[in-house]
C-alpha cells in the first residue's frame, strides 16, 4: 500500500515513527509539539505542590495572626489584674468589640464569596474560549480544505 504524502493518515504514520525515535525528527510540528507536551507535563505536576504550598501558608498566617492577638489579650489581661484594674466595662463597649468582630467576620465571609464568585467567571470564561477554540480550530479546518481542493483543482487543469 502506498501513500501519498498529503494523506492523513500517511501524516500519522510518520508523526508516529518521528515521535518513537525523536533522534531522527526534523519536522518542525514534531518537535513543536513534543515540547509543548513537556512544557505542560511540568506545569501540570508542580500545579499541586503550589496549592499545597499556598493552603499551607494561608493556615500558618492564619495561626500566626490569632496567635498574636491571643497573647496581646493574655498580656494586657494580666497587666490589668496585677496592676488591679478594673476590667468591667460599660456595655456600649462591650456592644462596640462585638459589633466590631461581627462586621470583620461579615467582610471576611463577603471577601471569600467574591474570590469563589470570581472563580467560578473565571472557569466558565475558560471553558468558553475552550468551546471557541475548537469551534474556530474547526473552521480553520474546514477552510484550509476548501483552498486545498482548489488548489488540487487548479494543479489538475
Known amino acids: 500500500m ?8 500517511y501524516l500519522k504514520l510518520t508523526h508516529i515513527i518521528r515521535m518513537s525515535n525523536p533522534q531522527e525528527s526534523k519536522d518542525i510540528f514534531s518537535i513543536c509539539q ?8 511540568e506545569i501540570e505536576k508542580s500545579t499541586p505542590k503550589y496549592q499545597e504550598s499556598a493552603a499551607k501558608l ?25 496592676a488591679g484594674l478594673r476590667v468591667d466595662v460599660p456595655e456600649a463597649a462591650l456592644d462596640a468589640v462585638r459589633t466590631i468582630t ?11 464569596k467574591a474570590v469563589m464568585d470570581s472563580a467560578e467567571v473565571t472557569k466558565q470564561a475558560f471553558n468558553a474560549f475552550n468551546e471557541n477554540t475548537k469551534s474556530f480550530a474547526s473552521l480553520n479546518r474546514n477552510i484550509m480544505g476548501y483552498m486545498m481542493s482548489v488548489l488540487d483543482q487548479r494543479s489538475k487543469t
Not at 34 to 41: E, G, L, P, Q
Open 102 to 112: 461581627r462586621q470583620a467576620s461579615d467582610a471576611f465571609v463577603a471577601q471569600n
Open 2 to 9: 502506498r501513500f501519498e504524502e498529503k494523506d492523513p493518515l
Open 58 to 82: 494561608q493556615k500558618d498566617y492564619i495561626t500566626a495572626w490569632k496567635d498574636v492577638i491571643n497573647s496581646a489579650i493574655a498580656l494586657e489581661q494580666e497587666y490589668a489584674t496585677k
Open 34 to 41: 513534543k515540547n509543548v507536551d513537556k512544557f505542560f507535563s
